[in-house]
């Protein structure tokens, strides 16, 4: 026998489950985003690529 109480509720994705999140969490996933995005726009420094060919 289940019941239907201790079930996950139907989770959506995307643009949709934002309106859901409580205003907060909605922040902390918009800092993220952004810190990611410029994490991921940053140049590798040279010493790093120069130890990174020593790999090859």
């Known amino acids: 026998m289940t ?3 201790g079930s996950p509720p139907n989770k959506q994705t ?6 859901q999140l409580p205003r907060k969490v909605q922040d902390v996933n918009v800092a993220l985003r952004r810190a ?7 140049t ?5 690529l120069d130890l990174l060919s020593k790999l090859n």
Request: proline residues 5%; charged residues 40%; glycine residues 4%.
């Open 36 to 42: 990611y995005d410029s994490a991921v726009d940053e």
């Open 3 to 5: 019941s239907r109480s």
């Open 44 to 48: 590798i420094p040279q010493s790093m």
């Open 14 to 19: 995307g643009k949709d489950a934002e309106k």
